[in-house]
């Protein structure tokens, strides 16, 4: 019976098909016979009922292949029978509602479109046409006519625009008619010509006899007409006519009547059709300006407000939102000039270029507020509306890339003369010492602890009392004052029973301070330190307190606690000193009995995780190094996070959910400020612009500070009781490039959320959008032993305001906005001093002190370490270049030998000083690479390290966050550096080139970077074959022979460095790319594995830290890595002559393992961490980073095809 049953579908099947085939057969051969006889009208009534019916006869007629619409099209052509057309209009009606998009395309490429358009044509010519016939035609249209990309110029040819439009206006009453009318109105008016055709003939006004205040009645004419109305805005022209007749009040009348009346929010769409509509007219300046004039801010802000607690008006309130914000109007910073607040003389003034160009400028013309129409607001758009420009992105990406093979393929270029490199000779004592004069008998490894002083505790000098009456200036030589309880009392510690005295040296008396005496004027005293005439005896006040457990100082001058793992702590006070510093305006260290528990475990925490090793800071040592640091605005105080130094904290730190709503809540406090106008305090309260600027003493107020080194804040406003607007300084001889800050707050209370905005940053998005935090170091909370750099901030984000970008700073681009990054802090203790930072702060005071430490700290005899100056930068600081090896066994000639045939590896970092995280890595690879580690001495005596760890002292010194002082980013000045403009590049880049002529090329080159936009740690390399296959022409790809070598190193440390990420990195040589370091060298220099690595601000999305920001120690790891992973690169690459100690072998292979079990697997797909907005798409305005993310996309395929082949190869060679 089944069997029965199927034969019997199957005959159905074939009959049904064969019926619909019969049919159509028929009509073809009606149509040639008798187009006008009854059979046609016949045979398509009952086509049409089978199309009715039928699914499979629908799916049939549009099958590729199937001549059935052609036929259909042809009869609708031929006939002039009205039964027979309308029975066709139904059948093709049928068949393209049902079948989505694809069936209104199939009938498009029939030439439907030109059929129909000129049925409706003739129809129209009828005295009295048919309103069947003109409701169906135009319903058919309306559903094909965005599938036709050139329906636009038909409708316009074939004269059906007002054929359309005029039977709206005639039939205003028949909303059968009407509405398939308006719907192809809709159509038309995406066509730019067709619109303001429409326009001129009275579209616009006719629309607004449609809408109207609310009703219950004609919700679909209504809904249609709004849709029509907001694309016919888009035009300019129309845009124009509407404010000119006042629609702009009109739409907010309307609007304003259905969302009071619309309780049940059943007319959610009709709502949204008007404010598509002010969105579309608010595009144009006067636009704007009428929905100013009309209270639109206003009447938007209340209504988006009371929309708020129903989340499914979520897209009235983000539409809402959008047109405020490209109202606000636009305003200038409130600046003289944005320019740099400092100014430094160039040597030599560039010929061309954006330096050339500000020096060429009248001041008045630097930053003029635009107010174009060119104010897209599409990138607006694309932080509440995720739209796919997958076309968009393909074109920017594809026009960077480098497609010449002739530029891709490597080729020397001698450069300077052997003569003129012969001045690198004195850096490069290694290639010719005999070691004659050295004792090379010992190869025990000595300690590698430091010598001197450098246990006792810490006294920070004294600081002198402010002038009464002048907030500027400080009383010389003032005594501060003392309250010192008497010889013998104890300082009991909070919360326990039992008392413990700490003796102390003071005047050669053992006293111990009274908790009350410290908690409150003590630290009254204390404020930043200035250098200002600092007596010589500096270092008498300031011994160097370091930790045993963990080797970093720790400042407890008012620790209300004397924790018993501190042995050399204690609660030390000063002598009256008159050493300047300024007022700390704070009641001392709070007590803290319920925390006492959770500060001793957080400090032993601590002092597990750091490992034993030299201890690097010192800082009495940085004081003495400040003083020698030149800054352009010559600095005299010093930053307490650079004084204390930073431990990294003994819990971890989660990338931070962001809060539902929370862009859109800041953007409507920020359009509060123009609706309440009255509620806003504008003051400044800090101006570097203004050098007689003197602080309000208020005591609410907050008081600012960036005069130190790597500070940047130029300006602070107060907008309300607790919210300031900070503006940063842009990098010096540039007037742009606001990204880094560093800045000191103080006199904060507890138990307050602050509101901070920086409100002059450039970039078109940020990972502070993705869960990234700024820093925050508190001082109280420093000398309560917890001296570290923590994340900090609630309702982060970033987003574009209402600051215009002058076209001068944008490279003539106009109609740019600034972006915002708000953070609302509650600080933990009154009056405290706390800084705020971008990133960690990685000072060059900092670094001058971490190789002075590693320098004295080294076995000379087991560790050759030198420690030169490259050159002298534009301001006289000198840019170090140090020299890693492992000193020769003996001064036997083959020990001479082995030592000088060492392979080279020469690494950088810092040419960007606002990525300060690429000189925590640098600190973790030259910590590693003087350490004891037995992995490290065989590194050491494998490779010579030549580490350039600062190409931009003066950048970092003077708080830049892109450039030197030259204004010039440094890392696109590789392939023709100027000796006067560019002295750590010209000369780095001569090391490389000596280093060539002589033969010895680096086997690896390596520029330390940071990267705003993406998360994890990766590398940029340099590849013919990749960049070749990314142009799409796999041809040339394949004939390209390549090593393969230059992707072993990445592939090592994403199996051994947790925070690396293989499917991140890229080896594609970009055209915008080609004078940073990493292109220049693999192409003029010839070293085939140069890359940039890049380390994440943010933190990690995959592996062991996945979830996690990222902090100093993991940057201090990779660095660390980086060089196992050189190792590693050696046995892989030289197998033969690389023979370790098996136990060594061992132990690297323990790390590796170890490190390997809590990566993730690598995955091959190359994407942006984060969603782009389209703004990121815009190349002028994002050579921020050393590689952007549009250039490396879907570079997968490729690494797919080209991993099997290095696996095999490696695991050759890791396992003979």
């Not at 598509?276 to 009447?299: C, E, H, P, Y």
């Not at 100093?1112 to 002559?1137: D, H, I, N, W, Y």
Request: hydrophobic share 35%.
């Amino acid at each position: 019976r089944m069997r029965r049953s199927r034969v019997g579908e199957r005959d159905f099947h074939l009959t049904n098909n064969s019926r619909i085939v019969a049919l159509l057969a028929q009509l073809e051969k009606t149509n040639a016979d008798a187009p006008e006889s009854d059979t046609a009208r016949y045979v398509t009534s009952k086509i049409l009922h089978l199309t009715q019916s039928q699914e499979k006869t629908r799916r049939e007629m549009t099958t590729k292949g199937s001549t059935g619409v052609e036929v259909l099209l042809s009869t609708l052509e031929n006939t002039k029978d009205l039964q027979t057309i309308l029975n066709i209009l139904s059948i093709l009606i049928e068949l393209v509602s049902s079948g989505g998009g694809r069936r209104a395309s199939f009938l498009v490429a029939k030439g439907g479109s030109q059929i129909l358009l000129q049925l409706l044509t003739n129809a129209s010519k009828e005295s009295s046409p048919c309103e069947e016939l003109m409701v169906q035609t135009h319903s058919i249209l309306a559903k094909i006519g965005p599938k036709d990309k050139k329906f636009g110029v038909k409708a316009r040819i074939n004269g059906a625009l007002n054929i359309t439009l005029n039977l709206v206006k005639q039939h205003l009453q028949n909303h059968r008619l009407v509405l398939p009318c308006l719907q192809l109105l809709r159509v038309y008016s995406t066509n730019s010509v067709n619109s303001v055709s429409l326009g001129k003939n009275g579209v616009v006004e006719l629309m607004f006899k449609i809408i109207g205040p609310f009703s219950k009645k004609n919700l679909g004419l209504m809904k249609v007409a709004l849709d029509t109305l907001a694309a016919l805005l888009k035009s300019k022209t129309n845009a124009r006519r509407a404010v000119d007749r006042g629609y702009v009040q009109v739409l907010l009348t309307i609007y304003v009547d259905w969302h009071r009346h619309d309780n049940r929010h059943r007319n959610m769409l009709i709502r949204k059709g008007i404010l598509q509509s002010l969105k579309s007219v608010t595009n144009i300046k006067l636009g704007r300006k009428a929905f100013i004039d009309a209270n639109g801010m206003k009447i938007l802000y209340n209504t988006s407000q009371e929309c708020l607690a129903v989340r499914t008006l979520d897209s009235l309130v983000n539409t809402s939102s959008l047109i405020m914000r490209k109202c606000f109007p636009k305003n200038r910073l409130p600046l003289p000039t944005i320019k740099s607040s400092f100014h430094f003389e160039l040597p030599v003034i560039p010929v061309t270029g954006p330096v050339a160009q500000l020096y060429s400028l009248p001041p008045e013309v630097d930053d003029v507020v635009d107010e174009s129409d060119d104010n897209d607001d599409i990138d607006l758009e694309a932080e509440n509306e995720a739209e796919n420009e997958d076309d968009l992105d393909q074109n920017f990406k594809n026009d960077d890339i480098e497609t010449d093979i002739n530029k891709l393929k490597p080729q020397r270029v001698p450069g300077r003369t052997l003569e003129e490199l012969k001045m690198y000779e004195h850096l490069f004592p290694e290639l010719v010492d005999d070691f004659q004069d050295y004792e090379l008998i010992s190869k025990e490894p000595k300690p590698f602890v430091f010598e001197g002083k450098v246990r006792g505790p810490i006294v920070v000098p004294t600081a002198g009392e402010e002038a009464s009456g002048n907030s500027g200036s400080f009383k010389k030589g003032a005594v501060m004052k003392e309250k010192v309880s008497p010889k013998g009392d104890e300082a009991k510690e909070d919360g326990k029973d039992n008392d413990r005295t700490i003796p102390q040296q003071l005047g050669g008396q053992n006293r111990t301070p009274s908790t009350q005496g410290l908690n409150t004027d003590i630290v009254k005293a204390l404020d930043r330190i200035t250098l200002q005439n600092m007596p010589s005896q500096i270092a008498l006040g300031l011994t160097a307190g370091m930790r045993k457990d963990c080797g970093l100082p720790l400042t407890v001058l008012t620790c209300t606690k004397t924790c018993p793992h501190l042995a050399a702590c204690g609660n030390t006070l000063f002598e009256g000193r008159t050493v300047q510093l300024g007022k700390l305006c704070c009641t001392g260290v709070e007590a803290e009995d319920d925390e006492d528990t959770e500060s001793t475990s957080s400090v032993e925490q601590a002092s597990i995780d750091v490992p034993d090793g030299p201890t690097l800071h010192d800082p009495d040592l940085y004081i003495e190094i400040v003083k020698n640091t030149k800054s352009v605005p010559e600095y005299s105080e010093v930053a307490y996070p650079d004084y204390f130094g930073h431990l990294p904290p003994p819990f971890k730190e989660p990338i931070l959910e962001r809060p539902y709503g929370v862009q859109r809540t800041k953007i409507a406090q920020d359009i509060e400020r123009l609706i309440h106008q009255s509620d806003i305090i504008d003051r400044v309260v800090y101006d570097l612009d203004n050098p007689n600027y003197t602080t309000p003493e208020e005591g609410d107020i907050l008081k600012f500070n960036s005069k130190f080194e790597s500070g940047n804040l130029r300006k602070v406003i107060q907008i309300r009781k607790n919210e300031y607007d900070l503006i940063l300084n842009s990098d010096i001889n540039s007037n742009h490039y606001h990204q880094w800050f560093y800045f000191e707050v103080s006199g904060m209370r507890p138990g307050v959320a602050y509101r901070f905005n920086i409100i002059n940053c450039e970039k078109s998005n940020s990972q502070f959008n993705y869960g990234m935090q700024p820093l925050m170091y508190s001082v109280q909370e420093a000398l309560n032993a917890r001296p570290w750099w923590i994340r900090m901030g609630t309702d982060i984000c970033y987003y574009k305001n209402h600051f215009s970008r002058s076209s001068v700073a944008t490279g003539g681009q106009k109609g740019k906005s600034y972006y915002t990054i708000t953070f609302t802090v509650n600080f933990p203790h009154k009056d405290d001093v706390c800084y705020f930072a971008y990133h960690y702060p990685y000072t060059y005071s900092a670094l001058q002190m971490h190789l002075q430490k590693l320098e004295s700290a080294h076995n000379p005899q087991q560790i050759y370490f030198r420690k030169d100056v490259l050159c002298e930068t534009l301001s006289g600081n000198s840019c170090p270049l140090v020299t890693i090896t492992a000193m020769p066994e003996s001064n036997y000639y083959e020990h001479i030998c082995q030592f000088r045939n060492r392979p080279y590896i020469f690494l950088s970092a810092r040419v960007h000083p606002g990525e300060t995280n690429a000189s925590w890595v640098m600190k973790g690879t030259l910590e590693y690479l003087m350490s004891n580690n037995p992995t490290a001495q065989s590194l050491r005596e494998s490779y010579i390290f030549k580490i350039v760890p600062m190409l931009n002292p003066d950048g970092v010194i003077n708080g830049n966050h892109r450039c030197s002082l030259s204004g010039e980013d440094l890392n696109r000045q590789w392939q023709s550096p100027n000796p006067d403009l560019h002295p750590t590049i010209y000369h780095a880049k001569g090391l490389l080139q000596y280093l060539a002529a002589v033969k010895r090329l680096p086997l690896v080159y390596c520029d330390y970077h940071g990267h705003s936009r993406k998360k994890n740690v990766f590398m940029y390399g340099c590849s013919i074959k990749e960049t070749v296959w990314h142009t799409r022409d796999n041809a040339a790809s394949c004939d390209v022979v390549e090593d393969m070598g230059y992707r072993t190193l990445p592939k090592i440390l994403s199996h051994i460095a947790p925070a690396f990420c293989m499917s991140s990195c890229s080896f594609v040589v970009e055209k915008s790319k080609e004078s940073t370091a990493r292109v220049v060298i693999w192409r003029e220099i010839g070293v085939q594995r140069s890359y940039t690595m890049e380390s994440t601000l943010c933190g990690c999305d995959q592996g062991k830290y996945k979830g996690l920001q990222i902090g100093t120690r993991e940057l201090e790891e990779m660095g660390a890595k980086f060089c196992v992973g050189l190792l590693r690169l050696k046995r892989l690459t030289s197998p033969l002559e690389y023979n370790l100690p098996s136990n060594m072998l061992d132990f690297e292979n323990d790390l590796i393992e170890s490190s390997c079990k809590v990566t993730s697997p690598t995955t091959y797909v190359l994407d942006e961490d984060e969603p782009r907005f389209l703004e990121e798409v815009d190349y002028s305005a994002e050579s921020n980073d050393e590689l952007d993310i549009e250039s490396a996309e879907n570079a997968g395929d490729y690494e797919l095809a080209q991993e099997e082949a290095l696996s095999d190869s490696e695991a050759s060679r890791t396992h003979p």
